[in-house]
């Protein structure tokens, strides 16, 4: 039985972990001494390093991670990462036969130009771990790409089946759905939503994963071409928008200043 485990780091980060009772790959691994710690803990061996984009909150574990295991490192083709073994592109897949998995890379640009997301199967279900592209009721900010091409990224994650488990690599879930409430009012989902999440973290328990069908319903970014949203935006920023696209960017800068 392949299991996912969220691995603290940080202030809010996720190291996010597949495994079965001897094997694991590890995603993300921003710091390497909780990854260490865990494999230590569950008597795991590590069998390959995932990275979804370049930054260092995301791949600054590498190099102690390889000093003790002798594992490919795949990472995004488009981005300069040291430590990558196996570049990768959309439409490749990463094959790890010793938990039998199989993920596909999309490609998913927009926070950085070459971040890319991973979407497979465990357990019959289906998963994304797409770093710093969609969270629970928000998305990345655009430091490197462009917003034609985060809102682009963002709907062919949408696009995904609904049932697919979202795995990002932050805890912003509560200030999201904040914001989105503040966008979308009424949206009595998101009230729910809210209850929910809080009591979650208020007993320490993370708020992911989230689905596609949870974030179609609240996530504001992935409803830019919805009446409520293109209202909202507008009326923000006092100009009428209509274009999806040029209400994702109005309303990316909104969340920028909130």
């Not at 640009?109 to 771990?129: C, Q, W």
């Not at 089946?161 to 949206?187: M, Q």
């Not at 973290?201 to 989230?210: D, K, N, Q, W």
Request: aromatic share 6%; charged share 20%; proline share 5%.
């Amino acid at each position: 039985m392949i299991q996912v485990h969220p691995i603290h780091a940080f202030n809010d980060n996720y190291i996010w972990m597949i495994h079965d009772k001897d094997h694991a790959v590890v995603i993300d691994p921003g710091d390497a001494l909780p990854v260490l710690r865990y494999l230590d803990n569950n008597n795991l061996k590590l069998i390959a390093i995932l990275i979804t984009h370049h930054h260092n909150d995301h791949v600054g574990g590498n190099t102690a991670l390889l000093e003790k295991f002798s594992v490919p490192v795949y990472g995004p083709a488009n981005e300069s990462i040291a430590t990558l073994t196996h570049h990768v592109n959309e439409g490749e897949k990463v094959q790890l036969d010793k938990l039998s998995l199989s993920l596909s890379v999309l490609d998913v640009p927009g926070h950085t130009a070459g971040h890319i997301a991973y979407h497979g199967s465990t357990n019959e279900n289906s998963v994304l771990f797409c770093g710093d592209t969609l969270f629970v009721c928000g998305c990345g900010r655009i430091f490197e790409g462009t917003a034609p091409q985060m809102y682009a990224s963002l709907q062919k994650l949408a696009n995904l089946p609904d049932e697919t488990l979202v795995y990002c690599t932050h805890e912003y879930t509560l200030s999201n759905i904040s914001f989105s409430r503040t966008v979308d009012p009424k949206n009595t989902t998101l009230e729910k939503l809210e209850i929910k999440m809080q009591d979650l973290r208020h007993r320490g328990i993370p708020t992911l994963p989230s689905s596609i069908a949870t974030e179609k319903i609240n996530n504001p970014f992935l409803r830019c071409d919805q009446p409520e949203i293109i209202s909202s935006v507008s009326n923000h920023v006092n100009q009428t928008l209509s274009e999806p696209v040029e209400v994702f960017a109005a309303l990316r800068q909104w969340k920028n200043t909130f």
